[in-house]
């Protein structure tokens, strides 16, 4: 059942967002240019972590990721939207808002083809 619609209009009039509660779930829709094409970003908070999924136009996961406090954390997950079997673009780990961690970049067959190592926001050199 929806709860407590918001809807926001920005200064340039083409972004326009719609904002409500669906059981545990928060749901933002963002229209560029057109009611019936948005954007779906999906919000669940679960012991102080949000969960937040972004759909594309056509309703394929495009990332998801995790935040503390207001900040990244965890691992953001993003993937082909071109691909329905959730195939995974890239990977990034985050702690306290800053890249920590393996960044790794994968091809459209999942190979690996870039891996990046950081620490506290800062790319580690090889």
Sequence with gaps: MNKKKTTTTYPNQRIKTETYQEGDTLVT???YNAKDAYVKELTKEKDGIKDVKHFNVNGVLAKQEYFVDGKREG?????????????IKSTKMYHEGKLHGESLTHNAIGEVIKKEVFVNGKREEK
């Excluded at 953001?76 to 195939?87: A, F, G």
């Design 75 to 87: 691992i953001e997950t993003k993937y082909l939207v071109s691909k329905p079997n959730k195939t």
């Design 29 to 31: 829709k963002f229209y």
